[in-house]
T-cell receptor
Framework: KNEVEQSPQNLTAQEGEFITINCSYSVGISALHWLQQHPGGGIVSLFMLSSGKKKHGRLIATINIQEKHSSLHITASHPRDSAVYICAVKGTAGSYQLTFGKGTKLSVIP | NAGVTQTPKFRVLKTGQSMTLLCAQDMNHEYMYWYRQDPGMGLRLIHYSVGEGTTAKGEVPDGYNVSRLKKQNFLLGLESAAPSQTSVYFC????????????????FGEGSRLTVL
C-alpha cells in the first residue's frame, strides 16, 4: 500500500507570503490529486496531475515522479486561502482507490 | 447545477439503529465513491461504484452496504450502527477513473456528520 506523507502538518503564514506544502509517497503512481477542505468541511479538487507542473491563478502544483514528491505552492497568500490541503495518490494498478494524506492545515493571518 | 448532494447533513443514531445516506449527482458521472473522514486520519474509501448496478468494496467496508440502482444515486446503508461508525461521510463522483486521461477530477458532496451513541 502506498504511504502518503504531507508536511508540514500545520502552517501559519502572514498575508502575502509564498507558501509551500509538500507531499511524498512511497510507491509509483498514475495520478496525484490536490484537494482543498474549507473550514466549513466541504472538499474541492484543486489539481490532478501525473507529470510536470500546473498553474491555476495563485496556485501552482508540481510533481517529480522520480523523487515521488509533489508540492503545492500558493503565491501572495490571502486569509481566504486558510483551509486544509490534502494530497491523494492513485496507484499504477487497475484500482479505483486513492490513498490520502492526513492534510496540511494552513492559516493565513491578515 | 447542484453537483453532488448528500442527505442528511447531520444525524444522531443510537447503537443498533439503521440508516441510509443518500448521494445524488447530476453530472452524469459513471464513478461514485463513499469515504469516511476521522480525526487524525486521511479519507478512507468505504465502497465505490464504477457504473449503474455495480458496487465494490473499498478499504473499510465492514458494517456498511451500498446500492447503485440508478446512475445518479449512490446509497450508503448502516444496518446496525456502532459507535465506531461515528464519522463524517463524504460522497464523491468522477466522470472517469481518477486519472487525467479519463477525466478523473473528483467532485465531493458537502459531507454528512453521523454520531452513534
Amino acid at each position: 500500500k502506498n504511504e502518503v506523507e504531507q508536511s508540514p502538518q500545520n502552517l501559519t503564514a502572514q498575508e502575502g507570503e509564498f507558501i509551500t506544502i509538500n507531499c511524498s509517497y512511497s510507491v509509483g503512481i498514475s495520478a496525484l490529486h490536490w484537494l482543498q477542505q474549507h473550514p466549513g468541511g466541504g472538499i474541492v479538487s484543486l489539481f490532478m496531475l501525473s507529470s510536470g507542473k500546473k498553474k491555476h491563478g495563485r496556485l501552482i502544483a508540481t510533481i517529480n515522479i522520480q523523487e515521488k514528491h509533489s508540492s503545492l505552492h500558493i503565491t501572495a497568500s490571502h486569509p481566504r486561502d486558510s483551509a486544509v490541503y490534502i494530497c491523494a495518490v492513485k496507484g499504477t494498478a487497475g484500482s479505483y482507490q486513492l490513498t490520502f494524506g492526513k492534510g496540511t492545515k494552513l492559516s493565513v493571518i491578515p | 447545477n447542484a453537483g453532488v448532494t448528500q442527505t442528511p447533513k447531520f444525524r444522531v443514531l443510537k447503537t443498533g439503529q439503521s440508516m441510509t445516506l443518500l448521494c445524488a449527482q447530476d453530472m452524469n458521472h459513471e464513478y461514485m465513491y463513499w469515504y469516511r473522514q476521522d480525526p487524525g486520519m486521511g479519507l478512507r474509501l468505504i465502497h465505490y461504484s464504477v457504473g449503474e448496478g455495480t458496487t465494490a468494496k473499498g478499504e473499510v467496508p465492514d458494517g456498511y452496504n451500498v446500492s447503485r440502482l440508478k446512475k445518479q444515486n449512490f446509497l450508503l446503508g448502516l444496518e446496525s450502527a456502532a459507535p465506531s461508525q461515528t464519522s463524517v461521510y463524504f460522497c464523491a463522483s468522477t466522470y472517469g477513473g481518477l486519472v487525467l486521461e479519463d477525466s478523473g477530477e473528483l467532485f465531493f458532496g458537502e459531507g454528512s456528520r453521523l454520531t452513534v451513541l
